[in-house]
């Protein structure tokens, strides 16, 4: 071996729970999409979330190195052999300044440890599901549009998606495209998905943002509903702090009750992690 392969065999073997960059897709100066090898002992439900990182700098005073990590909700859904995330990327942000940059064939840390609420497993049984996203917010939806139990449990799926600029729709609009061409979910998907993005800062069809249009009517007058029932529709929810704490009172204003893992309701929350 020559001193360089001996390093990087070195590097390998000290990077806990590492798995490999298969490929990178750059959507905006701020949005980025990767996958990763998968763990062959890794299992989740489609909308959970793992943590994932890179190795820190070296401590200046100890010289040792700590993982940084973040939660990641796995975009990809439970049956793909890889693992893709969607991200941010903050130009001071300590993990996504640096992720931002990898490559493919570059190792990153994974925990194999996936959790979360948006699982099919805490919503009761409905006709309609309501998939309410901001920005980064789409990640769990990603995967949970690509799950066969999506379609096996809803005739209906409703995906808003609110971003500021109609560039940053841009991954979920094109997964949402794919669906019905893709080989293994095509023919369950059968046009149940409704697509209703909507932009807040630059011009688009639909300005404005979803918590405004539910509450002023607009969207179901737009898709020809009478609104929102507790003992048809389930929601699940994903976005900023302040958006989830919006939707939460619209969907309480219905009637619907937050569910959990342990006691399966109407509506779910998580926050779209940000690094
Ligand atoms: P807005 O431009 O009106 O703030 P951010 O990038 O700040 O996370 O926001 C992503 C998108 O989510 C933006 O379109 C933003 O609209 C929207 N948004 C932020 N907060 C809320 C909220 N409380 N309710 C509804 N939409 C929100």
């Not at 439970?78 to 490559?103: C, M, N």
């Not at 493919?104 to 009761?124: E, F």
């Amino acid at each position: 071996q020559t001193p360089v392969t001996q390093a990087a065999a070195t590097k390998v073997a000290t990077l806990p729970d590492a798995q490999t960059v298969t490929s990178v897709q750059h959507w905006t100066d701020q949005l980025f999409s990767f996958r990763v090898t998968r763990p062959a002992s890794l299992r989740f439900r489609s909308g959970e979330f793992v943590m994932i990182g890179l190795m820190g700098d070296p401590d200046p005073k100890t010289g040792k190195q700590k993982p940084l990590l973040r939660a990641y909700s796995i975009a990809s859904p439970a049956w793909d052999d890889e693992l893709e995330f969607y991200s941010i990327k903050v130009q001071d942000g300590p993990l996504t300044s640096r992720l931002q940059h990898i490559q493919p064939g570059d190792q990153i840390i994974l925990r194999p440890k996936p959790v979360g609420t948006l699982v099919h497993d805490a919503l009761l049984p409905g006709k309609r599901l309501w998939l309410f996203a901001t920005g980064t917010g789409f990640a769990p939806f990603a995967s949970l549009l690509r799950e066969p139990e999506t379609y096996e449990k809803f005739d209906q799926i409703i995906m808003t998606h609110t971003c500021r600029d109609v560039a940053e729709l841009e991954y979920g609009r094109r997964l949402i495209a794919g669906l019905e061409s893709d080989p293994l979910i095509g023919e369950m998907v059968d046009g149940k998905v409704v697509y209703y993005p909507t932009t807040t800062r630059e011009q688009s069809p639909k300005m404005g943002r979803i918590t405004t249009l539910l509450q002023d009517g607009t969207v179901f007058a737009d898709l020809g509903l009478d609104g929102i029932a507790a003992d048809t529709d389930r929601a699940m929810v994903c976005g900023s702090l302040g958006f989830n704490k919006d939707i939460k009172e619209i969907l309480e204003g219905f009637g619907l009750e937050e569910g959990a893992n342990s006691d399966p309701k109407h509506y779910v929350v998580e926050k779209a992690f940000v690094g």
